[in-house]
């Protein structure tokens, strides 16, 4: 598509030139909201299984409450692909008003189901919705964020998926109290609450500009300059005062769009190493989570006779090592480097698992240490897991960054989504522990290969343009 005329812009030098600032801060709370939102949404649904099989809500069956879940993975991966092609072609900014309305609309109606197909309907709608924002969200972000902070900001942002998980688990215990609320009506509060967050994030977002870059390619660079030039003066009240950017122009020719064959050419082909980079990363980390993340209440009530009332007051240590992990690493993988630190971070997650698994199958652990030692290895995991959307996110080509972002979603979504519950839910209907170690042995294999194929391909993309990560498909004529 490289027929459009040739332009020279300084807008990503200057966009990566700025000053960190309450616009940055801005562009992080209302593009990051996301992450909580799908937190809040995986652990309401999660929470609301069992009172959802009574006869005064909607009387499901266990295998509908299960099947309700895959409806809701696989609308996220359709809403990934589709979305994410869309946010590409048309433009960061329509696609997440378009998306988060998707997710809103879904998750209200979700509130009014009334059998188990409008159920089952609604948690797909919800799932498009954030599987779009992924894409959209996360390809807008990296474009708006200077280049020598990129790394932990999004890290944070990933990370904050916990902050939600936190939210969701504490409303749960408020709504579904039966002194509080009656059962038919507190479970139908609680998607509400995804709602009203929705419209919040809505009306943040009104601020936020189109991503300059994808201006720039667009052939609207003047557009581009404009948005520029006003973030500056936002910023200081003298551009002049800026510091200077020492980067060459960047060097494009405009195109309306990217057509597949392109598409196609530059993951496949071109960037093939990275390609399977991203795949290694996101499939890992997905089952790594998943491994633990479906099997952890289970363990609780059926090792260590947690009562099942109980069991969402452990989920918080867990949460808070999630959260805290990527803030506390996050300015590591921009200093020290990206291979360096996704490498560690992979590897010591993996190590700490089987260790831990160990010390279970060897019965040295009561309920108190095992949430210790899970804690202690989600906060390092949950830095890895982070930094697996961030490197998806960061080095394909400005043309094809949220379809690449929503391919790796969707791939670590069907795998760590589908295939991981399948593997442990097997394994926990065993009921034994030698085999529940067992999978956690093949979770930690897994990490390893990740560190293993990072240090091998992994790309140091810390503090530079992304633009000198992945040179634009458009750069060429």
């Not at 988060?100 to 197909?117: D, E, K, M, Q, R």
């Not at 990206?338 to 490498?343: G, L």
């Amino acid at each position: 598509m490289g027929n459009g005329e040739a332009i020279e812009s300084y807008v990503p030098a200057r966009l990566d030139r700025m000053p960190w600032s309450r616009w940055h801060w801005l562009i992080v709370i209302s593009l990051g909201a996301t992450w909580i939102l799908d937190g809040l949404e995986v652990t309401l649904a999660g929470s609301l299984g069992g009172i959802l099989t009574r006869r005064e809500t909607l009387a499901l069956t266990d295998t509908e409450i299960g099947a309700s879940a895959t409806f809701y993975l696989t609308g996220a991966v359709i809403g990934a692909l589709l979305f994410g092609y869309g946010t590409d072609r048309f433009g960061r900014k329509r696609l997440f008003f378009i998306t988060v309305a998707v997710y809103l609309i879904g998750t209200a109606l979700s509130a009014f189901s009334w059998n188990f197909a409008s159920y089952a309907f609604f948690r797909a709608l919800t799932g498009a919705g954030i599987g779009g924002e992924y894409a959209a969200i996360n390809s807008a972000i990296d474009e708006l964020i200077p280049a020598r902070v990129r790394g932990r900001v999004d890290l944070m942002i990933n990370g904050s998926y916990w902050v939600g998980a936190a939210l969701g688990s504490g409303a749960t215990l408020l709504l579904l109290d039966p002194n509080r609320f009656p059962i038919w009506l507190g479970w139908r509060f609680a998607f509400g609450i995804g709602a009203t967050l929705g419209l919040i994030v809505i009306f943040f977002r009104r601020w936020i500009p189109e991503s300059p870059r994808w201006l720039m390619i667009h052939g609207r660079s003047a557009e581009a300059e404009k948005i520029v030039d006003e973030v500056e003066r936002r910023i200081v009240s003298d551009p002049e005062t800026l510091p200077r950017h020492d980067s060459p122009p960047t060097r494009i020719y405009t195109r309306t769009h990217t057509p597949w064959r392109e598409i196609w050419n530059a993951v496949a082909h071109e960037h093939r190493h990275r390609s399977f980079l991203g795949f290694v990363l996101m499939l890992t980390q997905a089952f790594f989570y998943n491994a633990i993340f479906f099997t952890y209440a289970l363990v609780l009530m059926r090792f260590y006779n947690v009562p099942e009332s109980k069991v969402g007051g452990y989920l918080l240590p867990f949460a808070l090592g999630n959260v805290l992990g990527p803030v506390v690493l996050g300015h590591f993988f921009d200093t020290i480097g990206r291979k360096q630190m996704i490498a560690a971070t992979y590897g010591i997650s993996g190590i700490l698992l089987a260790l831990t698994g160990w010390l279970f199958q060897a019965g040295l652990l009561n309920a108190e240490t095992q949430t210790i030692a899970w804690t202690v290895i989600f906060f390092i995991a949950s830095a890895a897991a982070s930094s697996a959307y961030l490197t998806v996110s960061e080095i394909f080509p400005l043309e094809i960054r949220a379809l690449a972002i929503a391919i790796f979603y969707a791939v670590g979504t069907l795998t760590g989504g589908v295939f991981a519950p399948l593997l442990f839910g097997w394994i926990i209907g065993t009921g034994s522990s030698g085999a529940l170690f067992a999978g956690y042995l093949a979770a930690a294999f897994l990490m390893i290969l990740g560190a293993i194929v990072e240090l091998w391909i992994g790309v140091a993309a810390e503090r530079r343009p992304l633009e000198h990560v992945a040179a634009p498909l458009s750069s060429r004529h």
